[in-house]
Nanobody, 128 residues
């Protein structure tokens, strides 16, 4: 079973930066599909970014493109979300998600429950 441990959340002023980490353990895999989601009360989880460790190809939602970056350390099995120029609307509960050994990668694959694992969620608050 895959275990995910998120860290790096907190409070920041608008325009500030944070970096979230998600450490994966418990399942050896040569390929992972990994991503970050954000959820605010009353809304569905919004896909923000994904990365395919096969070729390090990435996808970013339009709402964060140019401000957020997704990256991963395939030796330590850690997923990162770098957030800069943060806005109050970035406030929410951030979740990492992973699929071990996928045949394809993207937000839709991460939303499928098959072999998908979620982190516990971590709060990010941006104040104006």
């Amino acid at each position: 079973k895959v275990q995910l441990a998120e860290s790096g959340g907190g409070s920041v002023l608008a325009g500030g930066s944070l970096r979230l980490s998600c450490a994966a353990s418990g399942y050896p895999a040569s390929r992972w599909c990994m991503g970050w989601f954000r959820q605010v009360p009353g809304s569905k989880r919004e896909g923000l970014a994904s990365i395919d460790t096969l070729d390090n190809s990435t996808w970013l939602a339009e709402s964060v493109k140019g401000r957020f970056t997704i990256s991963q350390d395939n030796v330590k099995n850690i997923l990162y979300l770098g957030m800069t120029d943060m806005k109050p609307e970035d406030t929410g509960l951030y979740y990492c998600a992973v699929v071990a050994g996928p045949s394809w990668c993207g937000v839709a694959r991460l939303l499928s429950p098959v072999d998908r694992y979620w982190g516990q969620g971590i709060q990010v608050t941006v104040s104006s």
